[in-house]
C-alpha cells in the first residue's frame, strides 16, 4: 500500500517536473489486469504525444474501487485543484458511487467533436450507464454487447430474434440453454428477453422498479419462459450455474446455440480449440443488451483539458478501429460506423477471424435496464420457477 | 524434558487436535443458528432461523436426497465389498484388486465427480462408445446427469467408497492373530462341504463386520454430507443438504448464515437419522441372517456372489479404462467434435497453460500437504507409543479408536464455518496455521488408521531384546521401531499427504479463498469454459498422490532397508 503510494508521489513529482520542460502527462488510472489493454493504452500514448504533446501515463490498478476511494480521501483532505488523477476508466457501480458523492467533473463528454459520432440520439446507452444517466460525465470508450453464436455445420440460419430463438427450440428441442440469473450472462438474457418482449413499455425498464411495472414486465417474459424452459437443455430442470459452462456445452454439441457478453473470447477460445472452426457470431435484430465502459475525468484534476483532448483521441474513428481488432484488443466499437464516411469505414472492415463477430454486426443496442431491475428480476424468476442452488 | 513427558503431551495434544476444532467449531454454527451472531448484531436468542428454515420450499426434499443418496452408496459399496471379498478371500486375485482399488482411494472426491461426468455427460466418454455404434451425430439430450433422485451422485459416491471399505477389511483380515483363526475357520467349513464363497460369507463376514462397521459408518456419515460429488453431479431443484448450505453460507446476504447454521444442525440430524437407519437395518439384517447361518445350506448365497464379483469387476475395469482414456485424450485434445473416438489433432497447449497458472497452488498444496502430514505421523506415533508404554493400554487403545472417528462423522459443513468464525477472532491475521489444522483434523484419522495396525502388530520381543541391552525407551523408539516400521510410515506418509490435496472445503472455508490448491482449482474449473483444461486438472490432483504412493513403494526398498542390510537370509520383517 505503501509502496504503491511512493510509487506514485514519485510518478507525480517525475510528471510534474517533466511538464513543466516539455510535454503534459496525463495520469490514466484503470485496471490493469490485462496485457491487450496495456499494451493499447502505449499505443494511445504513442499517438497524443505525436498529435498534441501529450503523454499518457497508465497507472495500473488491481480494482477500480481504489481509485474512487483516493478521489474521496482527495475531496475530504480539501484537494480540490491538484488531484492526482486526470482520466479514470470507469462504469456501473463505480460510476454511481462517483457521481452520488459529486467526484466527477460535469457536462464535459457531449461537447467532445467525436462524441457525435457515436450517434447518441439513436444509441441511448452512450449516455446511460446501467441506467443512471451520466450527464455528460463520462465519455464513452468501448462497449460489451450480448453476442450469439452457433456452429456451421450443425445450423445453417440461427434464430435472430427471441422470437425466431422459441421456434428455434422447439425445432430443436434440448439444444439451448441460459445460465441461473445468479450469473451475470444469466440476469442478462433475461434482461434482454424483457426489453425485446415488451417493446412498448421498455421505458418502464429505465425507471426504477416498481411492483405494478414488475408485473406488467414479467407478464409477457413469463408467458415465453414457461414455453421455453421445457424446451431447454435438460427440459430446464438445470440449469448451468456459470456462463462459462455454455462454451462447454456447445463445443461439445450437447447446446447448438449459445451466448456470450464478450465477442472477442469466441475467436480466442475457437484458437485454443475450446470451441469448433465452424463456430460463427452473430447479434440478434430485436436488439443486443449492451453495457458501455467510459472514461471520466474527476472533479480535482489538474490536467482537465489534456484528459479531454485524450478522451477524444480514444473517440476516433482511427483509435477506436485500432482497438477493435482482434490481434489488438478486440473491444467493441462504440461509433456508429454507418455514419462514418466511407474511408473511416474501411478502418474498421478488418476482419482476420471467421469466428469473430463481423464488424458492425449490432443492429440495434438496448442498454442496461435501471439498476433495481436486476435484484427484482432474479427474485420474480426464482418465485417462478423455484430455487436452484 | 523426558521422553515419558513427551509422550504424554503428545497425547494431550493428539485429543486437542481431534476434537477442540470440532467442538468449537460446532458451537460456532449452532449459535448462529439460534439467532446468536455478534457480528451481525444479533444478541438475543430466537427461533427464527430455525422455522424460516423449515418453511424454507423443498428444504424436506433435500434433506431426504441426502438421506437417500448416502445410504444407498454405502449399501451398494458394502454389498460390492462383501461380495468381492467373499469371491476373492486367499485368492490371488484379491492382491491385483488391491493394487488397482488403491489409486481410486487417493483420488479426491472432486476429481471423482469430475471424473464421472466425463464418463457420463451427453457428450462424454460412454456416448461416444455407443455413438460409433448407432452412428449419431449430435449428442442425446436426455442425461443420465443431474437426474432429481441423485442416483449419479451414488454411483460416484460408492465408487469412491468401495476402495476405502475394501482396504479397511483387507487391513482387518491381515492382523495375523485374526488371519490365522479365519484361515483354520475356513478350512473346518469347507471340509464340512460348504463353498468358498458360502463359507466366508457364513463364517469370516460374521466376525469381520464387528470390526468393519465404525469404518462403514464413517463412510456413511461423510457421503450424507458430501459437497464436491453433488455440486458437480448432482441436482439444483433442489440440491442435497450439504450444497444447499455451502451456497447459503456464500451468499453475499449475510443474514442468510442464520438459514445456513440452522440447516449445518439439520445436516447432523440427517447424517444421525443415516446412522440409525443403518444400524436397524443391521439389526434385520442379523435377524434374517442368524437363521441362514444354521440353516445348513452349503450354497448359500455363492451364485449371487459370484455374478455380482463378476459384473463389478468388468464394470469397474471398463469404466476405468474409458475414463483414463477421456480424460488424457481431453488434456492434449485439440478439436475433438462429439462422436469422434479420438481427437482431430493434439497440443500440449492445455499442460502449458495449466502448468503456468498452477505453479502456486501446487506449491500452496505440496506445503500443506507436507507440513500437516509430518505433523501427523509424528504425533500419532507418539500416541501409539505412548499408548504401548503405559499401563492403561485397553481402555485408551478402544477410547481413541472410536474418538478417531469423530472428526469423520461430524459433517464438515456443520463445524468448519463455525471454525471459520472462530479463526476470524482467534487468528485474524494467520493464514497457513488454521487452513494446516483444518489438514490436520482430517489426515490425523486416516494416518492414525494406516499406521495403528503395523505399530500394534510390532514384535515385542525387539524390544524386549533392546531393553535387556541395557537402551532406554526412547533409544528404542527411535533406533529399533522406527527403521522397521519405515515402509508403514512412508505409506501413511503418502496417505496422509492425500487426503490433504484432497480437501476442498477445509481449504476454501478456512483460507477464506486465499490459499488456492489444486483441488480448489480444479473445482472452480470444473464449471469453467475449458473442459480440456478441466481434465488437465483433474489428472494433476490424481497424479500427485499417486507420486506420493510411488514414492513410499518405492523409497523402503531403495533408502532404507534392514532387513537387506542384515543381510537377505535374516528372518522377515514383521513390519512387511
Redesign the interface.
Known amino acids: 500500500m505503501t509502496l504503491s503510494k511512493m510509487c506514485i508521489i514519485g510518478l507525480l513529482c517525475w510528471a510534474g517536473l517533466t511538464g513543466q520542460v516539455s510535454a503534459t502527462t496525463v495520469q490514466f488510472f484503470g485496471w490493469g489486469g490485462s496485457p491487450q489493454v496495456n499494451q493499447y493504452l502505449q499505443w494511445v500514448s504513442k499517438q497524443t504525444q505525436a498529435r498534441y504533446d501529450i503523454t499518457v501515463n497508465h497507472v495500473k490498478l488491481a480494482d477500480t474501487s481504489d481509485a474512487v476511494t483516493r478521489v474521496l480521501a482527495e475531496k475530504a483532505a480539501g484537494n480540490l485543484a491538484n488531484g492526482s488523477i486526470d482520466l479514470l476508466w470507469i462504469n456501473g457501480e463505480n460510476f454511481a458511487a462517483m457521481k452520488q458523492s459529486h467526484l466527477l467533473l460535469s457536462d464535459w463528454a457531449g461537447q467532445l467533436p467525436n462524441f457525435a459520432l457515436t450517434q447518441p440520439d439513436k444509441n441511448p446507452s452512450m449516455r446511460m450507464d446501467f441506467g443512471v444517466a451520466t450527464d455528460g460525465q463520462e465519455a464513452p470508450w468501448g462497449k460489451a454487447a450480448m453476442v450469439f453464436y452457433y456452429n456451421q455445420q ?1 445450423l445453417s440460419s440461427p434464430p435472430t430474434s427471441l422470437a425466431e430463438l422459441l421456434d428455434f427450440a422447439r425445432q430443436h ?3 439451448f440453454a441460459y445460465p441461473l440469473p445468479d450469473d451475470f450472462l444469466g440476469i442478462s438474457f433475461l434482461k434482454y428477453a424483457a426489453l425485446a418482449l415488451n417493446p412498448t413499455r421498455q421505458q418502464l425498464l429505465y425507471q426504477p422498479v416498481t411492483d405494478h411495472a414488475l408485473t406488467r414486465i414479467t407478464q409477457p417474459l413469463f408467458d415465453y419462459l414457461d414455453t421455453l424452459h421445457p424446451l431447454l ?2 427440459q430446464g ?6 456462463a ?2 455454455l ?2 456445452l456447445f ?4 447446446i447448438l446455440l449459445a451466448f456470450s457478453f464478450t465477442a472477442a473470447e469466441i475467436p480466442a ?1 475457437v484458437s ?3 470451441l ?2 465452424a463456430t460463427r457470431t452473430y447479434a440478434m435484430s430485436d436488439g443486443s443488451l449492451s453495457n458501455v465502459h467510459f472514461v471520466a475525468i474527476p472533479f480535482n484534476s489538474a490536467r482537465a483539458n489534456a484528459a479531454k483532448k485524450v478522451a477524444n483521441f480514444l473517440l476516433s474513428p482511427e483509435a477506436q478501429a485500432y482497438k477493435q481488432r482482434l490481434d489488438v484488443w478486440g473491444d467493441e466499437t462504440v461509433l456508429a460506423i454507418d455514419a462514418l464516411p466511407a474511408a473511416q469505414q474501411k478502418l474498421f472492415q478488418v476482419q482476420s477471424h471467421s469466428s469473430a463477430l463481423a464488424p458492425g454486426a449490432y443492429q440495434k443496442l438496448l442498454a442496461e435496464p435501471h439498476a433495481s431491475w436486476a435484484p427484482a428480476l432474479r427474485k420474480a424468476w426464482y418465485a417462478r420457477y ?4 | 524434558m523426558g521422553f515419558t513427558t513427551v509422550l504424554s503431551l503428545a497425547r494431550y495434544l493428539f485429543y486437542i487436535i481431534l476434537l477442540v476444532p470440532v467442538a468449537v467449531g460446532v458451537v460456532g454454527v449452532m449459535l448462529p443458528a439460534v439467532g446468536f451472531f455478534p457480528a451481525l448484531e444479533q444478541h438475543s436468542l430466537s427461533s427464527e432461523p430455525i422455522t424460516r428454515l423449515l418453511a ?3 428444504i424436506a426434499k433435500m434433506a431426504g436426497l441426502s438421506l437417500f443418496t448416502a445410504l444407498l452408496a454405502t449399501l451398494i459399496a458394502f454389498i460390492g465389498t462383501v461380495a468381492l471379498l467373499a469371491q476373492f478371500y486367499q485368492r490371488k486375485w484379491l492382491g491385483l484388486i488391491q493394487h488397482g482399488l488403491s489409486p481410486v482411494l487417493a483420488i479426491p472426491h472432486a476429481a471423482a465427480a469430475i471424473a464421472v461426468a466425463f464418463l457420463l ?3 462424454g466418454g460412454a456416448a461416444r462408445v455407443s455413438a460409433a455404434v448407432t452412428s449419431t451425430a ?2 442425446d ?3 443420465l ?2 437426474d ?1 433422485f441423485g442416483l449419479v451422485i451414488v454411483l460416484a459416491l460408492a465408487i469412491k467408497e468401495l476402495p476405502f471399505m475394501l482396504l479397511m477389511a483387507l487391513g482387518i483380515l491381515s492382523q495375523p492373530s485374526v488371519k490365522q483363526r479365519l484361515e483354520g475357520q475356513m478350512r473346518v467349513a469347507q471340509s464340512l462341504g460348504y463353498c468358498h464363497q458360502t463359507s466366508f460369507l457364513k463364517i469370516v463376514f460374521a466376525q469381520l463386520y464387528r470390526q468393519l462397521r465404525l469404518p462403514i459408518l464413517a463412510v456413511l456419515a461423510y457421503a450424507s454430507a458430501s459437497v464436491e460429488i453433488p455440486l458437480i453431479l448432482g ?5 442435497t443438504l450439504a ?2 448450505i455451502v ?2 453460507f456464500n451468499y453475499t446476504d449475510l443474514s442468510m448464515r442464520f438459514q445456513a447454521s440452522a440447516a449445518a444442525i439439520l445436516q447432523v440430524l440427517v447424517t444421525l437419522a443415516a446412522v440409525t437407519v443403518w444400524l436397524i437395518g443391521e439389526k434385520i439384517w442379523q435377524w434374517r441372517f442368524c437363521q441362514q447361518l444354521a440353516s445348513g445350506n452349503r450354497r448359500w448365497g455363492s451364485v449371487f456372489v459370484k455374478l455380482l464379483a463378476g459384473i463389478l469387476l468388468v464394470c469397474f475395469t471398463l469404466a476405468t479404462i474409458l475414463l483414463v482414456l477421456s480424460m488424457v485424450g481431453y488434456s492434449v ?6 462422436p469422434d473416438l479420438a481427437p482431430v489433432q493434439l ?1 500440449l ?1 492445455h499442460w502449458r497453460s495449466a502448468l503456468q497458472a498452477l505453479s502456486q497452488p501446487i506449491s500452496n498444496t505440496l506445503i500443506m500437504g507436507f507440513v500437516s502430514t509430518s505433523i501427523a505421523v509424528i504425533l500419532v506415533l507418539l500416541f501409539l507409543e505412548n499408548e504401548q508404554q503405559s499401563d492403561i493400554k485397553r481402555a485408551s487403545t478402544s477410547l481413541a479408536d472410536k474418538l478417531l472417528f469423530i472428526p469423520l462423522m461430524v459433517p464438515g459443513v456443520a463445524f468448519l464455518y463455525g471454525l471459520v468464525w472462530v479463526r476470524q477472532w482467534l487468528f485474524a491475521d494467520a493464514l497457513w496455521v488454521p487452513v494446516i489444522l483444518a489438514h490436520l483434523i482430517y489426515v490425523i484419522p486416516y494416518v492414525f488408521l494406516s499406521l495403528a495396525v503395523a505399530y500394534r502388530q510390532l514384535d515385542v520381543r525387539y524390544v524386549h531384546v533392546a531393553s535387556s541391552l541395557g537402551k532406554s525407551p526412547c533409544q528404542i523408539f527411535l533406533s529399533v521401531k522406527l527403521p522397521i516400521l519405515f515402509a508403514p510410515i512412508m505409506v501413511a506418509l503418502a496417505l496422509g499427504a492425500a487426503i490433504s490435496f484432497g480437501q476442498y472445503l477445509p481449504t476454501l472455508l478456512v483460507s477464506g479463498g486465499r490459499l488456492a490448491t489444486v483441488t480448489t482449482e480444479a473445482v472452480a474449473i470444473a ?6 483444461l478441466t481434465a488437465v486438472y483433474a489428472l494433476m490432483q490424481m497424479l500427485l498422490p499417486l507420486l506420493g504412493f510411488v514414492l513410499a513403494w518405492w523409497l523402503p526398498t531403495f533408502l532404507f532397508n534392514p532387513a537387506k542390510r542384515a543381510n537377505a537370509s535374516a528372518k522377515r520383517n514383521p513390519a512387511c
Open positions: 450443425q428441442p434440448g439444444r437443455w435438460q430442470e438445470f440449469f448451468v450455474r456459470q462459462s459452462m462454451q462447454q463445443s461439445d454439441n450437447e477460445a485454443r480449440f475450446d469448433p472452426k423455484g430455487a436452484r442452488l | 424454507y420450499p423443498g455427460a451427453p457428450s449430435l449428442p439430450t436426455d442425461s446427469m443431474y432429481s441436482p439444483q431443484n433442489p440440491p450444497v444447499a451456497q447459503w485434445a485439440g478439436y475433438w467434435p462429439f497440443t497447449l464449471s469453467g469454459a475449458s473442459r480440456r
